[in-house]
């Protein structure tokens, strides 16, 4: 699953036990091969349907929202809303798509914890994070002919 503002961007279906890591390209956050460039805006995203399992090396990390200042500060304390993300202690996740425009209808990906309650979108969580496809969606997973083959090559060591 690639979300549409990485329509620009090339991108290639993601392989069970593959590495990854949380890579910021211009306009969204995704995933790409471990070893990947950080710094290149012309790296291959991973994509994903929903329903695949991933696995972080550690509890993932996404930046706090900044802090409202001045009339708007004064407003969000009014509306009793918090302005704090909670922590995620969580180190495996599924992918879902969440609608981020119910005029547009468009998707957003996003991970869901099993000790949040909310999905948190990809876009929020810090590039450089590593993770591991533990599990592809039924639709992702390859068709199998009945004879065994040999794991592809970028595999062998898993």
Do not use: W
């Not at 329509?7 to 211009?26: D, Q």
């Not at 695949?52 to 009793?80: C, N, T, W």
């Not at 992702?140 to 004879?147: K, L, N, Q």
């Amino acid at each position: 699953m690639c979300v549409y503002s990485l329509n620009a961007a090339r991108t290639r279906k993601g392989i069970r036990g593959e590495s990854l890591v949380t890579h910021r390209f211009a306009h969204a956050v995704g995933f790409v091969p471990a070893g990947a460039n950080p710094a290149d805006q012309n790296a291959t995203a991973v994509c994903m349907s929903p329903g695949a399992e991933i696995a972080f090396d550690k509890p993932p990390q996404y930046p706090q929202p900044k802090a409202h200042k001045g009339i708007f500060a004064a407003l969000v304390r009014m509306s009793g809303k918090q302005n704090a993300r909670p922590v995620i202690t969580d180190m495996v996740a599924t992918l879902v798509e969440v609608a981020v425009d119910r005029v547009d209808h468009k998707l957003a990906d996003a991970l869901k914890f099993p000790s949040l309650q909310d999905p948190v979108l990809l876009e929020h969580l810090a590039p450089g994070q590593s993770a591991r496809i533990l599990k592809l969606s039924v639709q992702d997973e390859p068709v199998h002919s009945g004879t065994p083959t040999e794991a592809p090559a970028e595999l062998a060591h898993v």
